[in-house]
């Protein structure tokens, strides 16, 4: 099946600090894909929509400042915490689609700010 | 908006059983796509099951099986032979079949379900 890669899995970094996250398409284009945060024990939030080559999509509530998304090309997007601080410790997942194909997930990418 | 409910925050079942993990939705659209979602511990998120509401039949893959009913906007999952390897988080989510805009192929989960399997 498809894979999406995410790196790193695991970071751990100082308040006040700005975090950069991969998310790869190894084997397809993908046209869209999405960021998702969770907290332990619940259900991933869609944090943005990103198509390659335009502007991100964010979900009410998430401050586009503060989470920054790259979609440059299309096997490519990032999301950059900046200025992180203890509350955006979480887990956050990325995903990738083509058309009508389904998500497919990368492993997700623990974020601990100390 | 689309919302997607899952009523049973836990579940447990003895491995061998069978369990059914249950999924309702809110949509006034005709066409989209239900899926299933498994989230072991470690949080890889594995596609289960695909369900597209125009086909009347229910989707089927191995072990598990749903049963979606449209006019009732309902989507359980049902795993049989349980296994210990079973043990996950289990999510329903839901997908609009709608081409184009900035929301396209935008999944909706439902809040969870954990299941647990005893030997």
């Known amino acids: 099946g498809a894979v999406v890669s995410q790196h790193p899995s695991w970071v751990i970094c100082k308040s006040g600090t700005s975090v950069k996250i991969e998310c790869r398409s190894l084997?397809?284009?993908?046209?869209?894909m999405f960021w998702y945060r969770q907290f332990p024990k619940q259900s991933l939030m869609l944090m943005a929509t990103s198509n390659e080559g335009s502007k991100a999509t964010y979900e009410q509530g998430v401050e586009k400042d503060k989470f920054l998304i790259n979609h440059a090309s299309l096997t490519l997007s990032t999301l950059t915490v900046t200025s992180a601080h203890p509350e955006d410790s979480s887990f956050y997942i990325c995903s990738a689609s083509r058309g009508s194909q389904p998500q497919h997930f990368g492993d997700g990418t623990r974020l601990s700010i100390l | 908006a689309q919302t997607v409910t899952q009523s049973q925050p836990e579940m447990s079942v003895q491995e061998a059983e069978t369990v059914t993990l249950s999924c309702t939705y809110d949509?006034?659209?005709?066409?989209?796509?239900l899926f299933w979602y498994k989230q072991p511990p470690s949080r890889q998120m594995i596609l289960v099951i695909r369900q597209e509401a125009y086909k009347q039949q229910n989707a089927t893959e191995n072990r598990f099986s749903v049963n979606f009913q449209k006019a009732a906007k309902s989507f359980s999952l049902k795993i049989s032979d349980s296994q210990l390897g079973d043990a996950a988080m289990y999510f329903c989510a839901y997908r609009s079949a709608s081409a184009g805009g900035t929301s396209y192929g935008k999944l909706t989960f439902g809040q969870g379900t954990i299941l647990t399997v005893h030997p």
């Open positions: 949509t006034s659209e005709s066409d989209y796509y």
């Open positions: 084997d397809f284009q993908a046209t869209t």
